[in-house]
């Protein structure tokens, strides 16, 4: 029978008998979460700070560093509040951001601009100085990445193509993690290869920064943090950066990893057969890799694990959460009201509205490609809609349409897994805020058609840059023995048989709609149009 198998933890509730806590932070797209853990991974504290991301142009995506760093100290006062624990029981503060997000800064570490978000579209053409240098072949081989204007690499070159006053007084390129480690009393200014993935300027083989690429970019080593290890002390919490966010000064910093990495460690995903798929503002899919020679096709990227010295692999959808967002601001006003009436999530009520219409939503499709399809046609034109829309359509099956386009787009996901890693996927596991929901995650789970995990914690991004600090903070001796501790499963969701057939054809039909328009150039046609008529 389909649905929630079993509860496999019951886990204490209370800060564990040592009285030690670790603070992870994970200073996302759209906003800040800060958690507070014991050492058994129960968490006793929370915080979350919405921030926002600006569009100056159509494609385009900025933020302010300062607004982030804003959400980080907000989130953070939410959560030592709620912990309600003595200073004297922090141990560490382990850091996750976003990757391929990076900050433009002064010689004094100020920022000259916003930053360039992950998702924006602006290097359509500057990436031809990076397809100039290497073919996709010996791109991928030599990054772990495809060659794609989304990666940091291209936003450099435009950077220098378009705005060359503001490209030669950058004295820093640098990602989120060490810029608000800086700011929060860090000493080590250094990056790590677990954070590097989504720049796309990483020798994969030697984990460090490619000097072809850089090459490329325009730019020399001097001008970026160099690359160390993830899980690694940096320095001690300054008194001023203890004033904005509330926690104790001295209390350890350490270096956590990019944001996917920090959700493998936080589900547990430490060994080879295991991967964890985030439900986020984006989604990312993300295994572990004994080796890189396990590798056997083209379709995913890989980079540095979180644990120090190993691999992952990894493939994207990157508007999941985003969409059901965009429906929330734009469209949902009527699940908004009902949210507020009955005191209860608007994303709760937006899936109770979806089961409303039956399975296959009457016909109607959603394809989430809000901001690019990625993984596996990286087409950074591709753009979302609601198609095989009829008069008889309520307002239900386009709800339900929305949730089952996000899975349908992590089914493309997986399958490439399952095709490109020897063995594939044995142990699936759902995460993040958008596994809140057992319907939506009952939904997920049939669409991509193997039995899912669910850990008790969903924010494992969270948790699993709280373990790398406490990790690197020496409070556990190994990441094996932090996981153990901190990880709980919560229970497993198994997909039912009785919709297989449909979600399947489903899926063909989701597939060949995509396909169809990229093969005949329409989505290059509407993104030119959308730039002459911006």
């Known amino acids: 029978m389909a649905g929630r198998r079993n509860d496999l933890t019951t886990g204490e509730e209370n800060l564990s008998g040592t009285g030690k806590v670790f603070v992870g932070i994970d200073a996302g797209t759209t906003g800040c979460t800060v958690m507070v853990f014991d050492e058994k991974g129960n968490a006793i504290g929370h915080g979350y700070q919405e921030y926002n991301c600006s569009s100056p142009q159509p494609g385009w995506i900025e933020q302010s560093l300062d607004e982030v760093w804003a959400g980080i100290c907000s989130a953070t006062k939410q959560a030592v509040k709620k912990a309600g624990v003595p200073a004297s029981a922090y141990h560490s503060v382990g850091l996750s951001s976003q990757r391929g997000t990076f900050g433009i800064l002064d010689a004094n570490r100020r920022p000259l601009m916003n930053s360039l978000v992950w998702n924006c579209g602006r290097a359509l053409k500057s990436v ?16 772990g990445m495809q060659i794609s204007p989304l990666w940091s690499a291209a936003k450099i070159v435009w950077l220098r193509e378009k705005r060359p006053d503001l490209f030669d007084a950058t004295r820093w ?13 860090a000493e080590d200014w250094a990056t790590d290869p677990a954070s590097l993935t989504l720049n796309g300027m990483m020798d994969i083989a030697k984990l460090d920064w490619s000097d072809r690429i850089l090459k490329a970019c325009g730019i020399d080593r001097d001008r970026l943090p160099p690359v160390g290890t993830p899980a690694t002390m940096v320095g001690r919490l300054s008194k001023a950066a203890a004033h904005e966010t509330g926690l104790p000064e001295g209390v350890i910093l350490c270096r956590g990893a990019g944001d996917q990495q920090c959700a493998a460690i936080g589900a547990g995903v430490i060994r080879q057969g295991m991967a964890e798929f985030t439900v986020g503002t984006s989604g990312v899919m993300v295994a572990h890799l004994d080796s890189v020679e396990r590798i056997k096709g083209n379709k995913l990227w890989w980079g540095g694990h979180g644990v120090p010295g190993a691999w992952d692999i990894e493939g994207g959808a990157f508007s999941l959460g985003a969409s059901l967002r965009w429906w929330r601001d734009h469209l949902g006003r009527n699940e908004l009201d009902e949210s507020a009436r009955r005191k209860t999530s608007v994303y709760s009520v937006m899936v109770e509205q979806a089961h409303n219409s039956k399975p296959g939503a009457n016909g109607a499709m959603f394809h989430s490609f809000m901001a690019s399809q990625v993984t596996p046609y990286y087409d950074a034109v591709a753009r979302g809609g609601f198609l095989g829309l009829g008069l008889y359509h309520e307002r239900h099956d386009l709800i339900r349409a929305l949730l089952e386009g996000c899975a349908q787009e992590m089914k493309m996901v997986f399958d490439s897994f399952q095709s490109d890693i020897e063995g594939g996927i044995t142990d699936f596991r759902l995460t993040g805020g958008g596994t809140k929901s057992d319907g939506f995650v009952q939904i997920m789970t049939d669409i991509i058609g193997v039995p899912s995990t669910v850990t008790k914690e969903r924010e494992c991004t969270a948790l699993g840059a709280a373990i790398l600090g406490a990790f690197g903070s020496g409070a556990f001796g190994t990441i094996d023995e932090a996981v153990e501790s901190m990880v709980q499963v919560e229970s497993t969701f198994d997909p039912n048989p009785k919709l297989r057939e449909l979600y399947d054809e489903q899926h063909a039909i989701y597939r060949g709609m995509y396909e169809a328009i990229a093969r005949s150039g329409q989505y290059a046609a509407l993104s030119d149009f ?5």
């Open 128 to 143: 031809a100085a990076i397809s100039a240098e290497f073919c996709p072949e010996e791109h991928q081989k030599h990054t």
């Open 530 to 534: 959308s730039q002459k008529y911006q």
């Open 173 to 185: 390129f640098v990602n989120g993690q060490e810029y608000f480690l800086w700011r929060m009393g």
